[in-house]
């Protein structure tokens, strides 16, 4: 018999709803919540390759928890607390998030969070999804079409009522393609003067999910704040407002920097081979504790854990919205542990 129940899309940080439809507790397909208020019945290709992902790398223990716990124990009571570190991202969920600082803070260990060079701003000056459709201009950096359709569909419908659109980018990209004009940039440290650059309307939002630096980005909310307008950073994962709110996130060289100072780096649902120029690990103890195999696979200890939709939790999207989801499959066989759960016991254990 299918099962059909409501979450929200893991792939970014718009907050789409999506249905999840299994059959016998696995994953046979998905669709679109159509009566979400984000995305109103559309889910972009993004989400269907994501949930494929998931459907086609169920994790399964190679070692009780039990056994694998002990494992981590032993190597983290050998170390030095100073050199060990925690490396996550807007991947978590709120609760895993706030049980992983939890457990930094009680421990004395390092936390290291990224975000794309992105940091917490303002209220005041982040738009809503509805101020971006009512906008008079919009200037996109980076490629939001490709990347986050369903906030370019809002863009859309303000070009349908008379918005005036320019991407800023260091290519030719499909935003490029549907905006009013494209200025292409030699450099994308250039952002910033070309942004200068544009006439302003009292109601012209920045839309942004390409930034080379946190300075460059600093210096985007700056011109915002002088000039009275709004910014809509769209954030990488679907839980990084949250990370942003809450932690403070490492540029990539203080990420190299304290790697290089840690014995044992413990991942949490988190691959930092996805924006380091260079493998980290070989001469260090890597514990992994991811929901997907193919995350981290060369690791000391490799601790599987539940996936979003086999859980309670909730994501904060870039509006600063927090939608809850439940545990969509229900598997009461289901041997895997939350996040949470693990570090938990892992607590306990120390």
């Not at 060990?84 to 807007?90: F, H, K, L």
């Not at 292409?184 to 250039?190: G, I, K, R, T, Y």
């Not at 932690?247 to 380091?276: G, M, Q, R």
């Not at 919205?321 to 499959?329: A, G, L, R, Y």
Request: glycine share 2%.
């Amino acid at each position: 018999m299918l099962k059909i129940e409501h979450t929200i899309c893991p792939t970014c940080s718009v907050g789409c709803g999506l249905n999840i439809i299994s059959k016998n507790d696995t994953i046979v397909g998905i669709n679109a919540y159509k009566n979400h208020e984000i995305n109103e019945g559309r889910n972009c290709n993004n989400c269907t390759d994501t949930i494929e992902l998931f459907k086609n790398n169920k994790e399964e223990l190679s070692e009780d928890y039990e056994t694998l716990l002990n494992k981590v124990t032993d190597l983290l009571n050998s170390a030095d607390k100073s050199r060990i570190t925690v490396i996550c991202s807007g991947r978590l969920n709120n609760e895993d998030l706030d049980k992983i600082i939890s457990f930094t803070n009680n421990q004395k260990y390092n936390l290291i969070t990224y975000e794309y060079n992105f940091s917490k701003i303002d209220s005041d000056i982040l738009a809503s999804y509805e101020e971006v459709e009512k906008a008079d201009k919009i200037i996109t950096i980076g490629d939001i079409y490709r990347n986050n359709p369903l906030i370019a569909r809002r863009i859309i419908h303000a070009k349908e009522n008379g918005c005036y659109t320019i991407n800023i980018n260091n290519h030719k990209n499909l935003t490029a393609y549907n905006s009013d004009e494209f200025i292409n940039l030699d450099a994308f440290s250039e952002v910033i003067d070309t942004v200068k650059s544009q006439d302003l309307t009292d109601n012209t939002i920045i839309v942004v999910n390409k930034v080379s630096s946190n300075k460059q980005y600093q210096e985007l909310v700056d011109f915002v704040k002088e000039n009275n307008i709004k910014i809509l950073p769209v954030l990488k994962h679907p839980n990084s407002f949250s990370v942003l709110e809450k932690t403070t996130p490492s540029t990539i060289h203080d990420l190299v920097e304290k790697c290089n100072n840690s014995d044992i780096l413990i991942l949490v649902d988190e691959n930092p081979a996805e924006y380091l120029d260079k493998e980290i690990g070989a001469d260090k103890k890597i514990i992994s504790v991811n929901t997907t195999k193919k995350l981290f696979q060369d690791s000391d200890v490799n601790i599987p854990v539940r996936a979003w939709y086999e859980q309670e939790g909730s994501f904060t999207n870039n509006e600063g919205k927090t939608q809850e989801f439940i545990d969509t499959i229900q598997d009461e066989t289901n041997e895997l542990k939350t996040i949470r759960m693990v570090f938990d016991e892992l607590e306990n254990a120390l």
